[in-house]
C-alpha cells in the first residue's frame, strides 16, 4: 500500500476555525484530522466566545496573534478583506450558531466545512443553500461516517445493483452517555459541558438526541442507500427526568419505491458506546456495517455465505479504496474518517483552484445533505408532537 | 458438571402427539427433544390428516397401531378413555388447529403441550384460559426461546436488580427464508410446505411474521423483564408481491411504568437466519442476548466493562444453572432449550402424581402467556390497519 | 428442514453401557445423545464399581435388573450368551480400564464405542485393532468432534481441493478448570472426581493434558486434514505444583509432504472453557473452525473476502448436510455432534444386520484412529522427555 | 474527552527523515502520524537512494531544497553542524541500513527513531546501545504495537497483579501477503517492492519472517508482560519454493521463572491479514489482545465473567487514558498508535529542552528493546539450524 498522489494533491490551503479551543471536543479532532493530509495549515482562528481562550489557543497552535479573532463576525470581515485570505473556514460551534457563522463566511465568499446538524430550522438551512449555490462556494457538513472506506463500498455495492431492488433498512445509533443528568452534575460534582449545551435547546435546537445522532443515521442511510424518505412516525422520549429535549426516539420510515425502515437513536443506552449500525437488505442480496469495527462490511448474497470483506483489500470499489491509507489488517479509524473527507474537499478546492476539474470520487457531504438532515429533524419532531402521526418526510430535491 | 437428580424426575410419563409427521417441521424436533430426558415415552398420536402418513409415521416410531388415530377428535376420545392413557399431548399442527385440538384434549382432562401462536382470536384464547383453570390441568405453549439458560440468565439479572428500573427495549427477530415466493415455487419448482400454510391466513390467522416469529420477540421481551405492554403503534407490510400476510413488520411500544421499546420482525432479510436478538436498558445495567450464539449472555453495569457471561460458569443464577446440561465451552442449542421446558413441565406432572408440590423454578411458559401472544397479535394487526395509530396494549390478568 | 428418512434408520438396536453411573459426566451425555435418534435402547449396564451405584443407576433408567451387572467382565459373558444380546457396548470409564473392557466385548462378539485415548499404550492399541478387524466388529472411538457438521464441511473444502495443497496448521485446545488444583481440594473442600482421575497416572496414563485433550486436536487435524505427521517435537509441563502428569503442553509437527504445524493443548488457560480451534493453510485458501461457535466456519480462498459458512445452509457440502438436524440459524451443540457420531455408528450395524452395504458417509472415528491417537500421544511424551527432540510421529497403516 | 494539554506539549521541534520517499509504505505513515501531535515539523530528508526522487518527494512536502541530501551521510554531517538543526532523525530505510545511518546520526548527537528491527547482528545492536548511551540520546525503535491504550492497559494489569503470577503466553502474528512468490511476479507482472527487499538476506538480514514479524511478537510479549526469556526451540521455515527466507516459524519457549510460551509468525496464511495476537495466562487471571480490533481488551479473573474492556472507557488505568484521543466508541487505529510514541518521544525531548524532568508515563521502545530484539532473531535462527534445539534466549541487561 503506498500513497497514492493522485489522491493527495499537495499544494497547500490554509484554514481558519470558528470554536474548538484546545478544551473541546471536535474542534481539535477536527485540527489533528486535516493535519493527516498534510493539504491545508491552520492559520487564524475565533476558538471561543472567551477571547482569553481564543488568545491562548492561537498561541498553543503557534497562530500570528492577527488573525486570532474575538468574534466570528471579525474573523469573517477581517480574513475576507485579507489578500492571503483563508481558503475555507471549519465551523466546530454548538448548534445554534451553525447558521450564522457560515452565512458570514458564505457572504465573505469563503468555503465552509460545518458541523451538522446544519441549522436549527429549514428557512436557515434553505438560505444556507441558497447562498451555497448563488456564490459557486464549496459547503462540507461533517456527517463523518460517510468518510470510511466500507460505508464506500457498501454505497458502492448498492449501487452496482448487487443488493437488488431494497427492502428493508434497520439502524441504529445507541450510546449511554447521557444515562444519567450529566448536564447537571457530572462526575466530580460540575456539569459536563458536552452534555450541557446538547440537552439545552438554546444550543442544541429542537431535538436532542435526533439532532446529535439521529441525523447521522438519516444521513448514512441516505448516503448509502440514495432512498428517498416518502413518510415517517416517530415517537421522541425523555428518559432522564428534567431533561428537556429528547434523549431516545424511535421512528418508522417508508422510502419513495416501496422500501421501508426503522431507526432508533438513544442516549441513554448503558454499554453502548457510539453503536452506529446500518442494516440493509435487498431482494437478491444483503449488507451490514457497524461502527464499533469499521474496517469491515459485511454482505451476503441470496443462498451465498456472508462474506466479510475487509478494507485494504484488493477486490474493493474504486470509491472505497481511494481513502484506503495503510494495508488491510491496519485498523483505520475516526480520525483517518475525518480526514478522508476533509481531503476530498481539499482537493476540490485545489483543483478549483489550479482551474482543473476535480476528481469524480472527491465527494463529501454538502449543504444539500445539511438541509436533508434538518428537514428530517424536524419531521420527526412534528410527528412525535403529533402523537408518532406519519407525516410526510420528502426532501424537495430541486 | 453432572446429573442433577433433582432435576431429573425419572417417573416415567406417557404422551401423545398431534401433527407433527415424520416429514414435518417441529414434531420431530418436539420428539427428539422430549426423548433428551428420558421423562415421558411417545405412545399415541394422529400426526397427519391423511391417515395413511399417521400410520407410516407410528410404525416408523415403533408405536401400537391401536394408538394411532384417523383424527384428533377421536383420539382424544379414546385416549380419555382409557386406564393407561396419554399423560399429556403435544400439538405441532398448523396455527388454525391449535384452538380445537387443545380444547379437545383439556376436555378429556389431559394437559396440553402447544405450538404458538395458542389460537386465533382472543375469544378461543380466554375459553383455552378458562377451560385450563377450570380443571387445573397443565398447558405449555411452546415459547422455545425462554428454554435457553442464558435466557433464563437474563430474566435472573433484571429480577435481582441489577439493571435497575427499565428504560429501553430494542428486540428484533429477522429471518430470510421468505425473500422469495416460495410458498408458490419452491426450490425446485414444488412449494415449501412449511411457507405454504404460514403464509395462508386459513392456516396461519390474521399475521404471518408477526404471529409467526414476532410473538417470540413479544413473550421473550416479558418473560425476561417482566414489562406490561400499555400503547404500540405497528407497520405490518407485506413486501412479497401476492402473498397474503405480513412478512415484515415494525413496532414502537409504550410498556406501563414508563420504559419503550421497538420491535422489528421479517421474513425477507437475507442473511439473517433465525436472528432473535434482545437488549435490555435500565438506570444502573443493560443486557443483551442473541440466539445465534445462545450460550452467551452481555452484561454491562454502568460506568464498568461489558461481561460475557457463559452458560455453564459458576457464577450464574439457580435459574439459569438449573437448565446447564454440559460444562462451559460445550455449546448447547436448540433442541436442549426445548427439553429444558419439557423437564419444567413434566417434573410439575410428575410431582403433581406424587402429590408433591413441585418446584418453583420448574417454570415454562403457560395457556396466559400463549394468550398474552394473540393480544399482542390482535393488537398489532389492528393498529397497523388503522395506519399505525397507538392502541391499547394492555393484556387483563385476571 | 426436515428428517431425513434415508439418515434416520429406525430399526431399533439395544446396548450397554459399562461406566457413566449417574452421577458422572461422559455417561449421561453418551445416553441422551443416543435417545435423540431413537434407534437404540440401553437395555443393560455395569456402571460402577460400586454394584449398589450399577444397581441404583439401572433402577432409575428403568433396566431389567437383570441386565444390570457387578463388573463388566460380568456383563460381557453374560450379555454375550444372550440371544437377545445387546447390538453394542458403550465403555466410558477412565482410560485404564478402556482396554480390557473393549476387550471382553469384542471377544463376545459385540460391536464397541470406546471413550478416548483408546488405551495406555501402542501394545493394548495394536490388539484392539487386531481383534477388530479379525472379528469384523465395528468400533467407534469417541472424538466427538468430528461429528459436528462444520467439520465435516472442513473436511470437504479440504478435499475438493478448495484450499490447494495444505501448508500450515494450527490448532490448539485450551481449557481452565484445572487452574487450581483441585484434584485435591475442589470447590467446598472435596477433590472434583473428574479432577482426581484425569490427573492420576493409574486411571489417565502417560499423559494427563495431551492425552485428555491433544489427542483431539491430533483427531481433528488428520480428520480435516488427512495429513500425516512425519515427526514431532514436543513440551509437556506441569504447571501446577505437585500434579503428576502434564496440564500444559506445545508442539511444533511436520507432516508427510511438507506442511507443518503446531498444537497447543491447556488446562490451566484462565477463562478458556472448552476451546478447540483448529485453522489450516494452504496455497490456495484457509479455513477456520472453532468449538465456541461450532455452527459456522471460516473460508477463505485467496484474494477474496472471507466467507462465513452456516449449518443448515443449502449450499453445504452432502458430508456436512446429512448431519444437519435443525434449519440454519438453530443452534447445535455438543449433544447433536455426539448424536451425530451415533447415528453413523447405528446405521451400519443396521444395515449390516439387514445385509445391505451401508451408506459411504455413515462414518465415525475408527479404533484405528483411537491407535493413531495413542501413537501421538506416546510420541509427545517420548519427545518432552528427550528435552523437545524431533521424535518420528508417523502411524503405519497397514 | 479533551485534549490533556500536559500530554501534549506544543513546542515545536523539527525533524529529519531517511528513507521513506513518496512512494514507500512506512516513510509517510511515519510522517502523517508525527502530524497528527503538531510537535514535530519534518524539515530535512534523504528519502531515497535516487537523489532525483529524494528531491522530487522534497518538493512534495515543502521541504527547503538545500535540506534534501543526496545521501544519509552528507545529510547526518550538514544537520549536525547547523544551528537550527533537526532535533531528530527517523529512519525508514530497509533492514540493512538501520545500523549505519543510526550510527551515523547518533554520531552527530542527533536522537534517533529507528524502524526494526534494529540491526543485521548483536554486534552492530550493542554498538548502537553504547553509543545511545555515552552520548545520552534518546533512541526509539518502531515497536508500534506498544503504542496502542489497550496494550498500554494490559501491561498494566499485568503489573498491578491482576493475573497473579504468568504461568503461559499463546502468541501469534500470522500475515498471508507473502502466499506468492510476489517477491518475483507481483500482480501484473512487476516484483512487490515490499516483497522483493523483505525476501532478500541482502536487505532483510538473517530472517524474512522472524526478522520482520515475529520480532513484534518478542517485543510485545516482553513489553506487556515484562517476562524475560530463558530458552528457545524454533524452527523456521520456507513455505514458497525459491525464497531465501523464512516465511513460517515456530517457537516453544521458556521464560525466567517458570512461565512458557508459544510464538507463531508467518507471511503465508491466507486469510490473515495482519493478526498479531497476545494472550496471556496466570494463576489469578488472562488477558487477551489482538491488532484486529485493537480498541478492546479482554481480561478475566478467575471464576468471574469475561470483562471486555474498551478504549475511552473511564476505569482504564492512566497508562492507557493517556494514549487515548477520542472517546469510547469511535475507533482509533495504527496511525494513532504511531502517533503516541512519537508524542511520549516528542515530550521527552521538550522536556529535556526545557530542562524538566520528563513525565514517567512517556515511554517508548528504546534502543534497547531493539537489541532484545536482534538477541530474540539471532537465537530463534541459529535453533532452527540446530534442528530446533534448545538455545540459551537470554538478553543480558547490563
Wanted: aromatic fraction near 10%.
Amino acid at each position: 500500500m503506498t500513497e497514492d498522489k493522485k489522491n493527495d494533491q499537495r499544494e497547500c490551503l490554509s484554514y481558519g476555525m470558528v470554536g474548538g479551543s484546545s478544551g473541546s471536543f471536535i474542534g481539535p479532532i477536527h485540527r489533528t484530522a486535516m493535519a493527516m493530509n498534510n493539504q491545508a495549515r491552520l492559520v487564524a482562528g475565533s476558538f471561543s466566545q472567551a477571547f482569553e481562550r481564543t488568545l491562548e489557543t492561537g498561541r498553543e497552535l503557534g497562530l500570528d496573534p492577527e488573525r486570532t479573532y474575538p468574534d466570528f463576525l471579525t474573523m469573517a470581515e477581517r480574513e475576507g478583506s485579507r489578500i492571503d485570505r483563508i481558503d475555507f473556514v471549519v465551523i466546530a460551534v454548538p448548534n445554534h450558531l451553525h447558521f450564522p457563522v457560515a452565512k458570514a463566511f458564505l457572504q465573505q465568499g469563503i468555503d465552509v466545512i460545518c458541523e451538522k446538524p446544519l441549522t436549527f430550522s429549514m428557512e436557515e438551512a434553505n438560505e444556507l443553500v441558497r447562498l451555497t449555490r448563488e456564490s459557486h462556494l464549496q459547503f462540507m457538513v461533517a456527517y463523518t461516517y460517510t468518510g470510511y472506506p466500507m460505508v464506500r463500498e457498501a454505497r458502492s455495492l448498492v449501487t452496482s445493483g448487487a443488493l437488488g431492488s431494497i427492502r428493508v433498512v434497520a439502524a441504529e445509533y445507541p450510546q449511554g452517555w447521557l444515562t444519567d443528568p450529566i448536564e447537571r452534575n457530572g462526575v466530580g460534582g460540575g456539569a459536563n459541558p458536552q452534555a450541557f449545551w446538547r440537552t439545552d435547546p438554546r444550543y442544541s435546537g429542537i431535538s436532542g438526541c435526533v439532532g446529535d445522532i439521529g441525523t447521522h443515521v438519516e444521513n448514512l442511510v441516505h448516503f448509502i442507500t440514495g432512498l428517498e424518505i416518502d413518510k415517517l412516525a416517530a415517537r421522541l422520549e425523555i428518559m432522564v427526568p428534567g431533561r428537556l429535549l429528547d434523549d431516545n426516539a424511535y421512528m418508522m420510515l417508508r422510502y419513495k419505491g416501496g422500501a421501508s425502515g426503522s431507526y432508533w437513536s438513544s442516549q441513554v443506552a448503558i454499554g453502548e458506546e457510539n453503536g452506529l449500525r446500518i442494516r440493509v437488505y435487498g431482494e437478491k442480496g444483503a449488507l451490514s456495517w457497524s461502527h464499533e469495527n469499521p474496517n469491515i462490511l459485511r454482505f451476503q448474497k441470496k443462498g451465498e455465505p456472508v462474506q466479510i470483506l475487509t478494507r485494504g483489500s484488493g477486490y474493493l470499489s474504486p470509491e472505497a479504496a481511494r481513502f484506503v491509507r495503510v494495508p488491510a489488517g491496519h485498523p483505520e479509524g475516526y480520525f483517518e474518517a475525518f480526514a478522508n473527507l476533509f481531503r476530498s474537499f481539499c482537493n476540490v478546492l485545489i483543483a478549483r483552484k489550479e482551474g482543473r476539474p476535480s476528481d469524480l470520487l472527491d465527494t463529501f457531504p454538502t449543504v444539500e445533505d445539511g438541509a436533508r438532515g434538518v428537514k428530517f429533524i424536524t419531521d420527526a419532531v412534528q410527528s412525535s408532537q403529533r402523537d408518532s402521526a406519519w407525516v410526510d418526510g420528502s426532501f424537495p430535491m430541486k
